[in-house]
């Protein structure tokens, strides 16, 4: 019979470990009992993960899987299977974001699909700033402020105090339009004409200005 998590001795239970020797000390069933939190009859959430790599072959297999394979599988159901879906997804967009694994922008498509998974609030105009490097990958996406339905302030100095912070060469800002509306306006161009010039003086390459609303997207430049 599998015994509960508060059955096993605290200074080896998931979060105690965690806690004391940090993540990279856990295996991956550890962290994966962290995510699913809890079990089922029979099965504590450690047993869970320790089944679910064995039956798959491993994280790598795993996180390939959608909710609804991993919510058939047994002791899952959907909230579990949302759970791994939604850490393996976080995994792979931090691991985007860092190293020589960043993703490389190519065009104004690929910057409106990394834009568009950094809004907070989509009820709300917000101005963030993609990092790239001399090679367009992204080091960074960081939010820079967040207005009300229809009006976002921005100071150039802002977006380039945040470019030259972490190392950039390159960089695109981006907006959303809650309204839905995609098109620019006139103060959207002269924002993007100024931050060039800006841009340009202190050495560094502004490749675009987008603007997200909703699924929408236009590219400024």
Same mark, same amino acid.
């Given at each position: 019979?599998?015994?509960?998590?508060?059955?096993?001795?605290?200074?080896?239970?998931?979060? +105690?470990?965690?806690?004391? =020797?940090?993540?990279?000390?856990?295996? !991956?069933?550890?962290?994966?009992?962290?995510?699913?939190?809890?079990? $089922?009859? %029979?099965?504590?959430?450690?047993? #869970? %993960?320790?089944?679910?790599?064995?039956?798959?072959?491993?994280?790598?297999?795993?996180? +390939?899987? @959608?909710?609804?394979?991993?919510?058939?599988?047994?002791?899952?159901?959907?909230?579990?299977? *949302? *759970?791994?879906?939604?850490?393996?997804?976080?995994?792979?967009?931090?691991? +985007?974001?860092?190293?020589?694994? $960043?993703?490389?922008?190519? !065009?104004?498509?690929?910057?409106?699909?990394?834009?568009?998974?950094?809004?907070?609030?989509?009820?709300?105009?917000?101005?963030?700033?993609?990092?790239?490097? $001399? &090679?367009?990958?992204?080091?960074?996406?960081? &939010? =820079?402020?967040?207005?009300? !339905?229809?009006?976002? #302030?921005?100071?150039?100095?802002?977006?380039?105090?945040?470019?030259?912070?972490?190392? %950039?060469? /390159?960089?695109?800002?981006?907006?959303?339009?809650?309204?839905?509306?995609? &098109?620019?306006?006139?103060? @959207?161009?002269?924002?993007? +004409?100024?931050? /060039?010039?800006?841009?340009?003086?202190? %050495?560094?390459?502004?490749?675009?200005?987008?603007?997200?609303?909703?699924?929408?997207?236009?590219?400024?430049?």
């Amino acid at each position: 019979m599998t015994v509960s998590i508060a059955q096993i001795a605290e200074q080896d239970r998931p979060r +105690e470990c965690l806690d004391r =020797l940090g993540p990279r000390a856990l295996t !991956d069933a550890e962290l994966m009992a962290l995510v699913l939190r809890s079990g $089922a009859p %029979g099965c504590n959430a450690l047993t #869970l %993960g320790q089944a679910l790599l064995a039956k798959y072959g491993g994280l790598a297999a795993l996180a +390939e899987l @959608d909710n609804q394979a991993l919510a058939g599988a047994r002791a899952m159901g959907p909230a579990k299977a *949302s *759970s791994l879906v939604a850490a393996f997804e976080l995994g792979r967009r931090a691991a +985007e974001l860092t190293g020589t694994t $960043a993703v490389r922008i190519r !065009d104004a498509g690929d910057l409106a699909a990394i834009a568009r998974r950094n809004v907070t609030n989509p009820a709300r105009e917000e101005c963030f700033v993609v990092v790239l490097n $001399a &090679s367009h990958r992204v080091l960074r996406v960081e &939010s =820079l402020t967040i207005g009300t !339905d229809n009006h976002c #302030l921005l100071d150039c100095r802002d977006v380039l105090a945040a470019v030259l912070r972490h190392g %950039g060469a /390159a960089f695109a800002l981006v907006h959303t339009h809650p309204s839905g509306e995609a &098109s620019p306006s006139p103060e @959207d161009h002269a924002v993007t +004409e100024s931050l /060039a010039r800006a841009a340009e003086i202190v %050495g560094l390459a502004m490749i675009d200005h987008i603007i997200l609303a909703g699924t929408r997207w236009c590219s400024v430049a």
